[in-house]
């Protein structure tokens, strides 16, 4: 993927990806940094990416870093001036965006479902649920690695199964 095409997407989905961190974190300065993170993560894997289905790519990065800065809760313990800004009213997401992010979640997760088993059910925790492969590994009685190869492995095979899609639509 070419710069100026990463530019392209920057441009068309910042606004979505933002107002995923927005909804996800309540806190407009993190939403912001997430959505920094959320393009910079998807440009230092910018070569491993198809080219297919950008804007499900790009909410998932968005999504799962807002995963793991809520998980982060030590670090808004303390009372700051940030926060206090922060737990000002956020804007709306507009409809489409909700739309669109619904529907983007159901065909994942659609898809997640339709693959063979153990990956369904590691897909479905890992890519809709936002679990770790060690909260996985945890309730699956399973070793990290092989968790962490499954998920390697169903994101392969949701790859593909994506690709076969937009093939027939």
Request: net charge negative; charged share 35%.
């Amino acid at each position: 993927m070419s710069d100026d095409f990463f530019t392209k997407y920057i441009q068309d989905y910042q606004k979505l990806v933002f107002g995923i961190c927005i909804r996800m974190t309540q806190d407009y300065f993190a939403a912001e940094d997430l959505t920094q993170e959320t393009f910079l993560a998807a440009y230092k894997h910018r070569n491993e990416f198809d080219g297919q289905h950008a804007k499900a790519w790009l909410c998932r990065i968005a999504a799962n870093k807002c995963v793991d800065y809520n998980r982060q809760a030590v670090r808004r313990l303390v009372d700051t001036d940030e926060e206090i800004l922060s737990q000002q009213e956020t804007p709306e997401a507009s409809p489409e965006d909700i739309c669109i992010e619904e529907e983007v979640q159901q065909k994942l997760s659609d898809c997640c479902r339709r693959l063979k088993c153990p990956y369904d059910r590691i897909a479905v925790m890992y890519f809709c649920e936002g679990k770790n492969a060690e909260e996985i590994a945890g309730e699956e009685n399973k070793n990290v690695k092989t968790v962490q190869t499954q998920i390697y492995r169903a994101r392969d095979m949701l790859r593909r199964l994506y690709g076969k899609e937009e093939n027939t639509a």
